[in-house]
């Protein structure tokens, strides 16, 4: 069955400080992966999706298969960057999102 | 804001009460989702429907039954059954590969 494990429910740094989010996954096929983000009294929303490898608001992430992660980076943390960080796969040709338990991200003055 | 309207945001229950929530969307999307969200558990899914009049089972089904009559609307009704019905409800629309966009949720306790 699909996995997704996210290791840290709370994940502290000090602005300005490097940030990964760690989410590992699995899935013995080719998955689809996703961070969303849901900032305080706002909606859940899609952060970044590893097939654009995109940037977005300054957070990368890169499919390793080989380790069957997709961690989320930042190099310099903000504080509007505080959020529970949820990371999730869908697998080709179907229609389920699997998500895990979330991290919540504090950024420190 | 996104198109995709949940009510209402806060719901109320008896026990032994069955009680719909609504999911609306304007974005012409065929698949939809409901999921449930509790501290510490991320979100679970509880149905998912790809296409009008179809609807599969989530990980988490027991206690909820769905319905999609229309392509706009794919309400959730928790029953009496459920044992723990309090949480957040989130319903989402979308798919591969854009992902899927979610609306603000409904918050249900049971008083």
């Known amino acids: 069955a699909q996995r997704v494990t996210q290791p840290e429910k709370l994940l502290s740094v000090f602005k300005g400080a490097p940030v990964e989010l760690k989410c590992n996954y699995s899935y013995s096929g080719s998955p689809e992966l996703f961070w969303y983000v849901q900032y305080s009294r706002q909606r859940l929303q899609l952060l970044l999706r590893h097939i654009s490898r995109e940037s977005i608001k300054g957070f990368t992430a890169d499919l390793n298969k080989g380790e069957t992660s997709f961690h989320l980076k930042k190099p310099f943390a903000q504080e509007e960057d505080s959020a529970m960080y949820y990371c999730?796969?869908?697998?080709?040709?179907?229609?389920?999102?699997?998500f895990g338990t979330g991290t919540r991200l504090k950024v420190l003055a | 804001d996104g198109g995709i309207t949940q009510s209402p945001k806060y719901l109320f229950r008896k026990e032994g009460q069955n009680v719909t929530l609504s999911c609306e969307q304007n974005?012409?999307?065929?698949?939809m989702y409901w999921y449930r969200q509790d501290p510490g558990q991320g979100l679970r899914l509880i149905y998912y429907s790809q296409i009008v009049n179809d609807f599969q089972k989530g990980d988490i089904a027991e206690g909820y039954s769905v319905s999609r009559e229309k392509k706009e609307s794919f309400p959730l009704t928790v029953t009496s059954a459920q044992k723990n019905p309090t949480a957040f409800y989130l319903c989402a629309v979308g798919g591969q590969p854009m992902g899927a966009f979610f609306g603000q949720g409904t918050r249900l306790t049971v008083v």
């Open positions: 999730a796969l869908t697998t080709s040709g179907t229609y389920k999102y699997i």
């Open positions: 974005l012409n999307h065929d698949a």
